[in-house]
């Protein structure tokens, strides 16, 4: 039996509504928002992977200038996919959430073996943390309608890599609800 663990990445005010918004990530918010609740009905734990950037240190933020600056409001998670008190969060520096993180630790005292990946940009902190998860062992299930990019190709293009080079499942949030409520 699996043991699963939901990733919720970047769906941040600056990502959706701000400095780097994204029109098309609207649209999955609703998917992402029913899959979470699910999860937490069956005890999965759900995890929010957060960029939290350190403004005149991080490296990221000159090539696509000021986002997700820690502490301020652009980088709190948008006020419909909220975390309760039971979900983990975790901060990140770069596209991948294992990059400098406890991720990895969280994951594995949890008993995790396989990530459900929602959030965004499916070619960018998605795929990056496909991958590093990949290089750990992990199995993935993509949610092909609760990640989304800047522009169809670019999502399509995440979506191919990983599952392509990384062995990733794709899956609609639908089928990933159904496979939760059927096997525990
Ligand atoms: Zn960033």
Avoid: Q
Wanted: hydrophobic share 45%.
């Amino acid at each position: 039996m699996p043991k699963y663990a939901v990733l919720v990445i970047d769906m941040l005010k600056d990502f959706i509504y701000g400095s780097l918004r994204c029109e098309r990530a609207l649209n999955i918010i609703p998917n992402i928002k029913k899959l979470v609740s699910t999860a937490r009905d069956y005890r999965i734990p759900v995890i929010y992977v957060n960029d939290s950037h350190i403004k005149g240190v991080d490296r990221e933020l000159m090539l696509w200038g000021p986002h997700a600056v820690r502490g301020t409001e652009g980088s709190e998670v948008i006020d419909d996919l909220k975390p309760t008190e039971e979900d983990f969060i975790v901060l990140k520096r770069r596209y991948s959430g294992f990059f400098e993180t406890d991720l990895d630790l969280l994951l594995r005292e949890l008993g995790v073996d396989t990530l459900i990946l929602t959030g965004i940009h499916t070619h960018i902190c998605v795929m990056h943390t496909a991958v590093d998860a990949f290089y750990r062992g992990y199995n993935l299930i993509v949610v092909k309608d609760a990640v989304e990019a800047f522009s169809e190709e670019y999502h399509r293009l995440g979506l191919e890599f990983m599952e392509k080079f990384y062995g990733a499942k794709l899956v609609s949030s639908e089928e990933v609800i159904k496979l939760i409520t059927m096997t525990i």
